[in-house]
C-alpha cells in the first residue's frame, strides 16, 4: 500500500502535527444577559450555567471572563414587560439599563469588543422584531426605530452593532444613519442569515421575548434554502456589513461554509442557545461526554469556516486552558 493515512495519526504528536483547525479562546465571541436592578443574577433554567446579570454583577462577570482570555462578547438586555410597548421606544430612551450598560461596559474595558444588539424584539410587546400592523410585521416602518436603536448605542460607546431583525436594506439603512451620525467607526455585523429555527427556545426564556403571535417566517429564513443565502450575503455585502454571520450554527455548516467560499468578509456563526441546551441536558443525563461534544462542536464550526464564533460555551471553553 503506497498510502497509509494511518502513519498520521500513530502518535499525540504527529496527529497534532497535521491537525488542520485548532480553537482558541480568540474565535469566540461569548453572549451575555443584562437586566435591570441590582446585586442579582438568575440562571436561566433552559441554559445550565448561563445567567442573567445585573449591570453591577455583570461588570465582575466580564472582569472574570477577560482574565480568562475572553476578548470579545455579544450583549443582550431583558427588558420588564411593563417597558414594552408596540413600537419598542424603550430601546432608544435615554439612560435605558441597554445604553447605560454599554456606556459602563465601554469604560472599564477600552480593549474588548462588545457587539450590541439591534433589533425590536426585546423591547417589543409583541415579541416580534418589526413593527407589527394587522398582524403584519412592517419593514420599511421598522427601519427608522432600528437607526434610532443604533444611534443610541452608537453614543453610549458600542464600537460594533449586530443588526439580528432580518428586516429587508437594514444594512445600508443602518450604515447611512451612523454615518450621517458622525459614527463612520462603527462597524456592522449583520445577522446575514439567521434561519426561523427551532433552536432560539432558551433565549426567548432568558428575554422573555417569545412572540406573542404567530412566527417570524415572514422575515426569518426557510431552513430549506441555501441558494436564498447568497442573496441575503451579496445584498449585506453591498450595503456595507463589516462581517457576515449564519445563525444557527450546527445544523447550518453547510451555509458557512458557502458564505465563506462566496465572500471576502470574515464571516460568523452563533452557536445558538438551543443548540447548547441539546449539549448541557444530554450530559446532564450522562448520555454524552458534555466536555468533548463541546469540543466538537465548536471545531465544526471553525472547520466549516466560522471565523467568529458566538457561543455561551466561550467561558467554559476559556477554563479549559487549552493553548
Ligand atoms: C432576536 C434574536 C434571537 C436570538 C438572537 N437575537 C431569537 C429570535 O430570533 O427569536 C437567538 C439567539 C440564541 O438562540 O442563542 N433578535
Same mark, same amino acid.
Given at each position: 500500500?503506497?498510502?497509509?493515512?494511518?502513519?498520521?495519526?500513530?502518535?499525540?504528536?504527529?496527529?497534532?502535527?497535521?491537525?488542520?483547525?485548532?480553537?482558541?479562546?480568540?474565535?469566540?465571541?461569548?453572549?451575555?444577559?443584562?437586566?435591570?436592578?441590582?446585586?442579582?443574577?438568575?440562571?436561566?433554567?433552559?441554559?445550565?450555567?448561563? %445567567?442573567?446579570?445585573?449591570?453591577?454583577?455583570?461588570?465582575?462577570?466580564?472582569?472574570?471572563?477577560?482574565?480568562?482570555?475572553?476578548?470579545?462578547?455579544?450583549?443582550?438586555?431583558?427588558?420588564?414587560?411593563?417597558?414594552?410597548?408596540?413600537?419598542?421606544?424603550?430601546?432608544?430612551?435615554?439612560?435605558?439599563?441597554?445604553?447605560?450598560?454599554?456606556?459602563?461596559?465601554?469604560?472599564?474595558?477600552?480593549?474588548?469588543?462588545?457587539?450590541?444588539?439591534?433589533?425590536?424584539?426585546?423591547?417589543?410587546?409583541?415579541?416580534?422584531?418589526?413593527?407589527?400592523?394587522?398582524?403584519?410585521?412592517?419593514?420599511?416602518?421598522?427601519?427608522?426605530?432600528?437607526? *434610532?436603536?443604533?444611534?443610541?448605542?452608537?453614543? #453610549?460607546?458600542?464600537?460594533?452593532?449586530?443588526?439580528?431583525?432580518?428586516?429587508?436594506?437594514?444594512?445600508?439603512?443602518?450604515?447611512?444613519?451612523?454615518?450621517?451620525?458622525?459614527?463612520?467607526?462603527?462597524?456592522?455585523?449583520? %445577522?446575514?442569515?439567521? $434561519?426561523?429555527?427551532?433552536?432560539?427556545?432558551?433565549?426567548?426564556?432568558?428575554?422573555?421575548?417569545?412572540?406573542?403571535?404567530?412566527?417570524?417566517?415572514?422575515?426569518?429564513?426557510?431552513?430549506?434554502?441555501?441558494?436564498?443565502?447568497?442573496?441575503?450575503?451579496?445584498?449585506?455585502?453591498?450595503?456595507?456589513?463589516?462581517?457576515?454571520?449564519?445563525?444557527?450554527?450546527? #445544523? $447550518?455548516?453547510?451555509?458557512?461554509?458557502?458564505? *465563506?467560499?462566496?465572500?471576502?468578509?470574515?464571516?460568523?456563526? $452563533?452557536?445558538?442557545?438551543?443548540?447548547?441546551?441539546?449539549?448541557?441536558?444530554?450530559?446532564?443525563?450522562?448520555?454524552?461526554?458534555?466536555? *468533548?461534544?463541546?469540543?466538537?462542536?465548536?471545531?465544526?464550526?471553525?472547520?466549516?469556516?466560522?471565523?467568529?464564533?458566538?457561543?455561551?460555551?466561550? *467561558?467554559?471553553?476559556?477554563?479549559?486552558?487549552? #493553548?
Amino acid at each position: 500500500m503506497l498510502q497509509r493515512p494511518r502513519r498520521n495519526r500513530q502518535s499525540a504528536v504527529i496527529r497534532s502535527m497535521v491537525e488542520e483547525n485548532r480553537l482558541s479562546v480568540k474565535d469566540m465571541m461569548f453572549p451575555l444577559f443584562v437586566m435591570e436592578g441590582q446585586n442579582t443574577q438568575t440562571e436561566i433554567s433552559s441554559m445550565p450555567g448561563i %445567567y442573567r446579570f445585573t449591570l453591577d454583577l455583570l461588570l465582575a462577570e466580564i472582569e472574570s471572563c477577560v482574565k480568562l482570555g475572553i476578548q470579545s462578547f455579544a450583549l443582550f438586555p431583558q427588558i420588564p414587560e411593563s417597558k414594552k410597548d408596540s413600537m419598542a421606544t424603550e430601546s432608544y430612551k435615554k439612560g435605558n439599563i441597554y445604553t447605560e450598560s454599554i456606556y459602563e461596559i465601554s469604560k472599564r474595558f477600552p480593549e474588548i469588543s462588545l457587539l450590541t444588539d439591534v433589533a425590536m424584539d426585546p423591547y417589543s410587546s409583541d415579541g416580534h422584531d418589526g413593527i407589527v400592523k394587522d398582524g403584519q410585521i412592517l419593514n420599511d416602518e421598522t427601519l427608522p426605530v432600528l437607526a *434610532k436603536m443604533a444611534i443610541a448605542q452608537a453614543q #453610549a460607546g458600542s464600537k460594533l452593532i449586530g443588526p439580528s431583525d432580518m428586516m429587508d436594506g437594514r444594512v445600508g439603512y443602518l450604515r447611512q444613519a451612523l454615518d450621517e451620525a458622525g459614527y463612520s467607526q462603527v462597524g456592522i455585523m449583520a %445577522y446575514t442569515v439567521k $434561519y426561523a429555527s427551532a433552536f432560539y427556545g432558551p433565549f426567548r426564556d432568558a428575554l422573555e421575548s417569545a412572540p406573542k403571535f404567530g412566527d417570524k417566517k415572514t422575515y426569518q429564513m426557510n431552513p430549506a434554502n441555501r441558494r436564498e443565502a447568497l442573496i441575503e450575503a451579496e445584498l449585506d455585502e453591498m450595503e456595507g456589513a463589516d462581517f457576515l454571520m449564519v445563525k444557527p450554527a450546527l #445544523a $447550518y455548516l453547510d451555509i458557512i461554509a458557502l458564505l *465563506k467560499e462566496n465572500s471576502h468578509l470574515p464571516i460568523a456563526a $452563533y452557536n445558538v442557545s438551543g443548540e447548547y441546551a441539546m449539549v448541557k441536558a444530554a450530559a446532564q443525563n450522562g448520555w454524552i461526554d458534555g466536555e *468533548k461534544a463541546m469540543l466538537e462542536s465548536l471545531l465544526s464550526i471553525k472547520r466549516a469556516g466560522a471565523q467568529v464564533i458566538l457561543t455561551y460555551f466561550a *467561558k467554559e471553553f476559556a477554563q479549559l486552558k487549552l #493553548a
